[in-house]
């Protein structure tokens, strides 16, 4: 059944910005039993859907911009209403008009920093292999096995510098061939392609691609899932298809292949977090999973929310620019959660979750009971 729309024109636009299955939402409401805003405030993808079908959508509100694409109400829905092209095309809809918010004001720097520096962070590009000083990092050639590409945070962040750092030192120690692009580097574009910037995206996309296909890239290892998303099922709308392999995937790999030896113990009661965009979006639970259990010592638990159910650190969709209230952030109850279980240290594979977990970690004033890790850092300690 589909619903007669009194506003046909804005409806036929947002449908040409990807919007098409609103349509089919018979109003069943599943969406906002699963949605992590209604654990920490009211918030109703449904009633967003309700509007669109009217052709009534407020895009101007803060509601447009809440969803942090994390996908779980995707997975839940009866009539595969695909309510993250839906908001995604609100989005584009608002920034078509130049929609202003307050709360938008650090998306807009964001996007010129992406727009001149190719990073959202308002850094030099010329800085953005300075994590991998003194590293033995080379540049990428052609005859190397494999592209490390950072993404942004960890080249520009000093916490999350740390990720890239574990990494390139695991990939010397198994004998990797591997460089990196430097400041060739742009950030892949995931994020703001979500806050609505299709023109931006399309550019980042473009200069990558180019990029990758100048420097003879076949293989590309990546430290966020973000990046894993947008290369493997983004990338190719641009007729390119790039072998890419998350590092968590990765290690499990040269584990396996006996190229990795794990030599020491961690004695640790850990417990494992499943990133959006590595798990609801593209199906990697088992792979940490399996790296984790290699280590002797090491005791793996797991949230009450995990692998298809997982709560979203709430950094997606964008809203790692937005800021959100302390009360109101997911990666709160995530490291709370973590604490209630006994869990010493939270480990994940996102920088996204990482920030917002640190940050959590910080605010919650529980710097002295939990640590937060990349599984990277756990790796590069036992071997
Ligand atoms: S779960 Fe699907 S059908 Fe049900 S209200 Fe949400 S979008 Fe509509
Ligand atoms: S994708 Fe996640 S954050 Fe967005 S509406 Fe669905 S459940 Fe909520």
Redesign the pocket.
Known sequence: METEAPFKEIIEEIQEYGGETFKFCYQCGK?DT????NKVTD?S?RKLIRETTFGLPEVELEEVW?????????LQCPRDVR??DN?VALRRLATGYGVSNVLLKPVRSASASLAAEGNPFVQDRSTRADWAKGSNVKKFTEEMEILYFPGCLPSYDARLGKVAQATASILNKAGVEFGILGTEENCCGESIRKTGNEDLFKRLAKDNIKTFIENGVKKILVSSPHCYHTFKNEYPEFSVNFDVVHISEYLYELIHEGRLQISREYAKKVIYHDPCYLGRHNGIYDEPREVLRQIPGLELLEMEESREESL?CGMG?GRIWIDTKMEERFSNLRVEEAVRLGAGVLVTCCPYCIDAFEESRLGLNYEDTIEVKDITEIIQEVI
Do not use: D, H
Request: charged residues 10%.
């Open positions: 969406c699963v949605c992590p805003w918030f993808m809440r969803c942090t694409t994390c996908g779980k109400c995707v309510q993250i908001v979203c969709g």
